[in-house]
């Protein structure tokens, strides 16, 4: 309120109008994931051997399962999916590497990178 100038009533209307237009979807809580040992952060490029539906849906069916994925985007270009997970360390990437994401069938290549450093992290969307 106090940056546009109104008081909290219109401000709070406008809130409750986003909500019921559905622009605004959720109200959440972010986290340190340093905090809470989350420290390594892999983005994983995933091509699949066949893009057919059945080989595409079950891929989306098993990566929603698996909770040490926070994204995962449908590419177009040289892989079909991108992830980004996080886990504590790579001890533990490795055993998800081995025993979560290699035993979905339909999956051709898998290549980790591993981020160094957040230039920028934000869940903020350019209202302009």
Same mark, same amino acid.
């Given at each position: 309120?106090? !940056? @546009? ?39 994983? &490029? ?12 079950? #891929? ?18 040289? &892989? ?7 886990? !504590? ?15 979905? &069938? ?7 990178? #591993?981020?160094?450093?957040?230039? !920028?992290? @934000?869940? &903020?969307?350019?209202?302009?």
């Amino acid at each position: 309120a106090s !940056k @546009t100038g109104l008081t909290i009533t219109p401000i709070y209307e406008r809130i409750k109008k986003l909500n019921s237009y559905g622009i605004i979807k959720n109200k959440v809580f972010l986290l340190d994931r340093r905090k809470i040992d989350l420290t390594l952060m892999v983005l994983v &490029s995933i091509s699949l051997n066949q893009h057919m539906k059945e080989s595409v849906s079950n #891929f989306l069916r098993e990566i929603t399962k698996l909770p040490e994925v926070v994204e995962c985007f449908h590419l177009t270009g040289k &892989s079909d999916f991108q992830l980004k997970v996080y886990v !504590k360390d790579m001890d533990q990437y490795q055993k998800f590497m081995i025993n979560k994401l290699s035993v979905i &069938s339909g999956i051709g290549q898998i290549e980790s990178y #591993f981020v160094m450093s957040e230039i !920028k992290n @934000t869940t &903020s969307l350019p209202i302009l």
